[in-house]
């Protein structure tokens, strides 16, 4: 693959329903769309799960914009590349910036296989044609609207349930969920709002028969958690303390957590998603994928990477219609009965609405291997 140009695009979109988390409100989607083209015309596509505040992690829309102009785009256009495995490789010198790194490995593993004409999902080496999702619900106004949005999408045929929870947003409502749903599988995900010295309190979620709850504790941490999940029967989930299957091997070796939550974007891209993938597998600790509430083109490289066989459990990948008016890619991803049919076209097997992004795209950037880089 020759790389011709690469496209940076901030991108503003509003979403239907305001996200609710420990940590904030988010009402409107900033994100960077990178659109990158070979020089036999192709592009390849991925999205930064960077928003625009370090809230969830430190990285930001305008760190991205940073450290993609600045350090990876030039690195990328230093010389061909043969296999996108070698993106995450080149980009290793740049420490931490797993979002920026994705964003750019993604839309290079997009053209990879829009080159070979080959679905992203066989690229990867996954062997499903359909999976299965859940969806994420966030904090509510009030118990009655939480139950009702819970009602709502089990209804539509969602195959789990996760809510969001924080100190005086968890057992109570827990309690009002299994109350009038005592049988779906259900989770709970805290965002890091507890500490050890909330352990009576943790230790309560075992009466509600959740599949697990994730990252309860800070989001950097592994040996709370260890110590946490050493007292409880529910299973831990983590999702902020995990940047890279290393990561993963702390974690197993130390008895923090019994699942993993991948999200391509916090591990720094596909190539490292596999290879957590592939050591969670060998010690049958099952993973799953989570979301970042992306638009379409980051969905698309969820639904590829769910293909691989140790992504056992229902992930965040809910329809585009849960989140948007429209979405930026052709046709938006539908799901029926909680399951999503995987595209059999070339690459992420949507392709992108440029009327639509054009019309979202607060400004863009194109950068050429001639392009004056400060670094
Ligand atoms: O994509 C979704 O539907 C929501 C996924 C979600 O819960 C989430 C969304 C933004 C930031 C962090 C998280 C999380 O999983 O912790
Ligand atoms: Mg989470």
Redesign the pocket.
């Known amino acids: 693959m020759e790389l011709k140009q690469v496209i940076l695009r901030h991108l503003k979109m509003k979403l239907l329903h305001p996200?609710t988390?420990s940590?904030g409100t988010?009402v409107d989607k900033d994100f960077i769309l990178v659109e990158v083209k070979s020089k036999d015309g192709l592009s390849g596509w991925a999205e930064s799960?960077a928003?625009i505040d370090p809230t969830?992690k430190e990285e930001t829309v305008k760190t991205n914009w940073h450290i993609m102009s600045d350090f990876l785009i030039p690195l990328l256009f230093r010389e061909p590349i043969t296999h996108p495995d070698q993106v995450s490789q080149r980009f290793n010198p740049i420490r931490g910036n797993y979002m920026a790194k994705a964003a750019l490995e993604g839309a290079v593993w997009d053209l990879y296989a829009r080159e070979r004409e080959q679905p992203l999902a066989k690229a990867l080496g996954g062997t499903k044609s359909r999976i299965e999702v859940g969806?994420?619900v966030?904090i509510q106004d009030s118990e009655e609207e939480l139950l009702h949005r819970i009602e709502k999408h089990l209804r539509q045929g969602y195959k789990r349930i996760?809510v969001?929870i924080r100190p005086g947003w968890d057992l109570n409502i827990l309690e009002a969920i299994r109350k009038r749903f005592p049988d779906i599988p259900l989770m709970a995900?805290a965002?890091c709002a507890y500490t050890l010295k909330d352990m009576d309190r943790l230790a309560a979620l075992d009466d509600f028969n959740l599949t697990m709850i994730?990252?309860p504790l800070g989001f950097d941490d592994l040996v709370d958690h260890a110590q946490l999940q050493s007292k409880l029967k529910t299973p831990i989930c983590l999702?902020?303390s995990i940047h890279s299957a290393e990561d993963v091997r702390k974690a197993i070796q130390l008895g923090s957590c019994k699942i993993v939550?991948i999200?391509i974007g916090r591990v720094g891209g596909l190539t490292e998603s596999r290879k957590i993938h592939d050591l969670c597998e060998s010690h049958h600790i099952p993973v799953w994928c989570?979301?970042?509430?992306?638009a379409g083109v980051g969905r698309a490289h969820n639904i590829a990477i769910t293909t691989l066989p140790n992504f056992v459990l229902p992930g965040?990948?809910?329809s585009s219609s849960?989140?948007w008016a429209r979405d930026i890619i052709d046709p938006e991803v539908e799901v029926h009965d909680g399951i999503i049919e995987v595209p059999e076209k070339p690459g992420i097997g949507f392709e992108p609405n440029r009327k639509r992004i054009d019309e979202l795209t607060l400004y863009a950037r194109h950068f050429n291997p001639d392009s004056p880089f400060i670094a």
């Open positions: 996200f988390t940590v988010e799960v928003a969830y969806v994420s966030g996760k969001k995900d965002n994730e990252q999702d902020e939550n999200k989570g979301g970042m509430v992306e965040d990948t809910a849960h989140y």
